[in-house]
């Protein structure tokens, strides 16, 4: 075993939840000859040699040495390892913008019902009926929430939705015969806007926010042309305002031959309230971890759903759920009849587990319940602005929608800035804000309550922050130092090598 690790003994692990006590030994560490922690049943075959079964090419004579181990050794390794990270749920996690809120358990039975976890991405139509019927409706439920004409739930993520929303926009005008060259993104944009119009070859044009945060018609009419293909629009913005003069701006790029993209990301403010298709949106991507419960994180499977307008539909990337009607009978088929199409973003049907756990999410709530979800958003994020504003600079100090955006402006004179409340923020048992982001806000925090946490909840998150803007006025170097609670010290970053300070406390059996 290295000298750096320690077993770990029951008399430690009163100190696991706070990493104190023991470094986890690596399972090669643990290992013992003769350990097994499987059982298989007889062979009920006859035996083949391994070079028979595979290719010598697909063989390796290095995989000797393994660990051998006993069930219970990896089952608890793995257990402890996972009580290590935060999660959702275990408390509050306030990402602005990449939100992560609750998932609730129903979601997750209905996603492992044996017709949708155990369906095979290969078998016919005939056999995926339940599947395809509840696809088709899931398409027909954010369609309307959303104000879109069509919904092709097959992009793996809001980003690849993102992407397969600005190649429908490109298809759309080569097959006009225009060439259109320029995206117009607003500087308040999430990251993604301007990657996804640039991998389609599209040059970015910067629309910069007005001093109220917003974007305004004179601005977007100042860059328009006939070179400009659309604008990607993210409504509320990453600073958590509502665009207040967007049916405006969709008129002036309309005007122009353009088409408007409508960054879905932040529709959780929306749900019930307003739609991106009445507001002029021709092309949007809908967040299912964010706005419909679906689980995020730990680069695991997504699903970004993106809607269109008619005019977008010959586009849509293929295959598409269509109802059987007329002499076809009854049931439901995948339609591949597109010949615009952009063709196909994903194995199969992409992350079916995803969409069912969407589905789940709005039948339980209806349409009354998804309203009432925007409105406790709302009413988190303003209640957290009206709490913090006093200790935390407010670059945009008017009433928010889904999230509210701060600074370290006000801690200025005491060094500690938005890196260290974030640091900090980890003792105190949190999962830090986004920070640094929107890039429109220097030392910008950026928090999103989600409409999961109640008001007990956000009011301990509350009295973290103004603690630590207290702490900062007192004692800096604390904050300044911060994480203190940890495995790993924060990253010495004036190393080169950016190497992490093991911090090391015996348990009682060490002394």
Same mark, same amino acid.
């Given at each position: 075993?290295?000298?750096?690790?320690?077993?770990?003994? &029951?008399?430690?692990?009163?100190?696991?939840?706070?990493?104190?006590?023991?470094?986890?030994?690596?399972?090669?560490? !643990?290992?013992?000859?003769?350990?097994?922690?499987?059982?298989?049943?007889?062979?009920?075959?006859?035996?083949?040699?391994?070079?028979?079964?595979?290719?010598?090419?697909?063989?390796?004579? %290095?995989?000797?040495?393994?660990?051998?181990?006993?069930?219970?050794?990896?089952?608890?390794? @793995?257990?402890?390892?996972?009580?290590?990270?935060?999660? =959702?749920?275990?408390?509050?996690?306030?990402?602005? +913008?990449?939100?992560?809120?609750?998932?609730?358990?129903?979601?997750?039975?209905?996603?492992?019902?044996?017709? @949708?976890?155990?369906?095979? #991405?290969?078998?016919?139509?005939?056999?995926?009926?339940?599947?395809?019927?509840?696809?088709?409706?899931?398409?027909?439920?954010?369609?309307?929430?959303?104000?879109?004409?069509?919904?092709?739930?097959?992009?793996?993520?809001?980003?690849?939705?993102?992407?397969?929303?600005?190649?429908?926009?490109?298809?759309?005008?080569?097959?006009?015969?225009?060439?259109? $060259?320029?995206?117009?993104?607003?500087?308040?944009?999430?990251?993604?806007?301007?990657?996804?119009?640039?991998?389609?070859?599209?040059?970015?044009?910067?629309? #910069?926010?007005?001093?109220?945060?917003?974007?305004?018609?004179?601005?977007?009419?100042?860059?328009?042309?006939?070179?400009?293909?659309?604008?990607?629009?993210?409504?509320? +913005?990453?600073?958590?305002?509502?665009?207040?003069?967007?049916? !405006?701006?969709?008129?002036?790029?309309?005007?122009?031959?353009?088409?408007?993209?409508?960054?879905?990301?932040?529709?959780?403010?929306?749900?019930?309230?307003? !739609?991106?298709?009445?507001?002029?949106?021709?092309?949007?991507?809908?967040?299912?971890?964010?706005?419909?419960?679906? &689980?995020?994180?730990?680069?695991?499977?997504?699903?970004? &759903?993106?809607?269109?307008?008619?005019?977008?539909?010959?586009?849509?990337?293929?295959?598409?759920? !269509?109802?059987?009607?007329?002499?076809?009978?009854?049931?439901?088929?995948? %339609?591949?009849?597109?010949?615009?199409?952009?063709?196909?973003?994903?194995?199969? @049907?992409?992350?079916?587990?995803?969409?069912?756990?969407?589905?789940?999410?709005?039948?339980?709530?209806?349409?009354?319940?998804?309203?009432?979800?925007?409105?406790?958003?709302?009413?988190?994020?303003?209640?957290?602005?009206?709490?913090?504003?006093?200790?935390?600079?407010?670059?945009?100090?008017?009433?928010?929608?889904?999230?509210? =955006?701060?600074?370290?402006?006000?801690?200025?004179?005491?060094?500690?800035?938005?890196?260290?409340?974030?640091?900090?923020?980890?003792?105190?048992?949190?999962?830090? &804000?986004?920070?640094? @982001?929107?890039?429109?806000?220097?030392?910008?925090?950026?928090?999103?309550?989600?409409?999961?946490? +109640?008001?007990?909840?956000?009011?301990?998150?509350?009295?973290?922050?103004?603690?630590?803007? $207290?702490?900062?006025?007192?004692? #800096?170097?604390?904050? $300044? +130092?911060?994480?203190?609670?940890?495995?790993?010290?924060?990253?010495?970053?004036?190393?080169?090598?950016?190497?992490?300070?093991? $911090?090391?406390?015996?348990?009682?059996?060490?002394?």
């Amino acid at each position: 075993m290295s000298a750096d690790r320690r077993d770990v003994r &029951p008399e430690a692990l009163g100190n696991a939840a706070h990493g104190l006590a023991y470094e986890e030994p690596l399972l090669f560490e !643990r290992s013992r000859p003769g350990r097994v922690g499987y059982s298989l049943p007889a062979l009920d075959v006859p035996a083949v040699a391994p070079e028979e079964e595979l290719p010598a090419s697909l063989l390796r004579a %290095d995989c000797e040495g393994l660990p051998e181990l006993s069930e219970v050794d990896v089952v608890r390794h @793995f257990t402890r390892i996972s009580t290590w990270n935060y999660a =959702v749920d275990l408390g509050l996690y306030p990402l602005g +913008s990449c939100t992560m809120k609750y998932n609730p358990k129903m979601n997750e039975v209905a996603a492992a019902l044996a017709g @949708f976890a155990r369906s095979h #991405p290969l078998q016919p139509a005939a056999l995926s009926q339940g599947l395809l019927h509840l696809f088709h409706e899931l398409e027909t439920h954010l369609a309307e929430i959303s104000g879109m004409d069509r919904v092709s739930l097959q992009p793996a993520a809001g980003a690849q939705g993102e992407l397969a929303g600005v190649m429908m926009i490109r298809a759309y005008h080569a097959h006009r015969g225009e060439r259109r $060259r320029k995206i117009l993104v607003p500087d308040s944009a999430h990251g993604t806007n301007p990657a996804s119009a640039g991998l389609n070859g599209y040059e970015i044009v910067s629309v #910069p926010s007005g001093a109220d945060g917003v974007l305004h018609p004179e601005a977007v009419a100042a860059v328009m042309g006939p070179e400009v293909a659309a604008l990607m629009l993210t409504n509320p +913005s990453t600073l958590g305002l509502f665009e207040e003069h967007i049916v !405006r701006i969709a008129e002036i790029v309309h005007a122009g031959g353009g088409l408007v993209y409508g960054d879905g990301a932040n529709l959780n403010a929306l749900l019930g309230i307003a !739609r991106p298709g009445d507001l002029g949106i021709d092309v949007m991507h809908f967040n299912l971890h964010k706005t419909f419960s679906t &689980p995020h994180g730990g680069g695991g499977p997504g699903a970004g &759903p993106v809607g269109v307008k008619n005019l977008l539909a010959p586009y849509l990337p293929v295959p598409v759920v !269509r109802r059987l009607s007329g002499s076809e009978g009854d049931g439901f088929a995948l %339609d591949y009849e597109f010949p615009h199409s952009i063709g196909r973003l994903h194995g199969n @049907f992409g992350n079916v587990g995803m969409l069912v756990r969407a589905f789940a999410y709005i039948r339980s709530l209806g349409p009354d319940g998804l309203r009432r979800c925007a409105e406790m958003a709302v009413l988190n994020a303003n209640y957290l602005l009206a709490r913090l504003r006093g200790a935390y600079h407010v670059p945009f100090d008017r009433p928010v929608m889904h999230e509210c =955006v701060l600074s370290d402006a006000k801690l200025e004179g005491t060094g500690v800035t938005t890196l260290d409340v974030a640091k900090r923020l980890i003792d105190h048992g949190y999962h830090p &804000p986004t920070v640094y @982001f929107p890039l429109i806000v220097h030392g910008a925090l950026m928090i999103e309550p989600t409409e999961s946490e +109640s008001l007990e909840g956000l009011d301990r998150f509350v009295d973290a922050l103004l603690a630590i803007a $207290r702490e900062a006025e007192i004692d #800096p170097e604390t904050v $300044r +130092s911060a994480p203190h609670s940890t495995r790993l010290s924060r990253l010495d970053e004036t190393r080169a090598a950016r190497k992490p300070i093991l $911090r090391w406390q015996p348990g009682p059996s060490d002394s």
